[in-house]
């Protein structure tokens, strides 16, 4: 009895101790495969671009930001990061970008801004 109150207490302790990734199918690690602009398609594949999105951060390139999930919308607010610094990884403006949510489920995502759309497959 006392080795069953010692293991539940130490799971109430590491369990209580987590936060929960409040996400849903927008968490996790992301590989952009295709941006357009202008209607032009470039394929980002080989370039290895990744976006990492846990909690309420979110991690392109090694650089870090805060985002926020609203219904079809994805604002992405990135930190200390230099205006156009991010254009190759489908990012226009670093300081507070817009996108509009097109597609995601647990295996793909495609956001759209005003003047790029992105399209990643869940890694």
């Known amino acids: 009895m006392r080795r069953f109150i010692v293991i539940a207490t130490m799971i109430v302790l590491v369990t209580a101790c ?3 990734d409040h996400n849903g199918e927008l968490g996790g690690f992301w590989q952009l495969l295709e941006i357009e602009r ?3 398609a470039l394929s980002a594949k080989e370039d290895k671009i990744f976006w990492s999105i846990q909690l309420d951060l979110i ?7 805060r985002f926020q999930h609203m219904g ?3 604002f992405i607010q990135m930190i200390d990061t230099k205006e156009n610094e991010l254009v190759r990884e489908g990012i ?3 300081t507070d970008e817009r996108f509009a949510v097109e597609l995601l ?3 793909a995502m495609r956001l759209r801004s005003k003047e ?3 399209t990643f ?3």
């Open 116 to 118: 790029t759309r992105l």
């Open 38 to 40: 202008n209607d032009t």
């Open 59 to 65: 991690q392109i390139s090694g650089r870090y930001g």
């Open 72 to 74: 079809d919308s994805l």
């Open 18 to 20: 987590q936060k929960a």
């Open 105 to 107: 489920n647990r295996k």
């Open 121 to 123: 497959r869940k890694f």
């Open 92 to 94: 226009d403006n670093a």
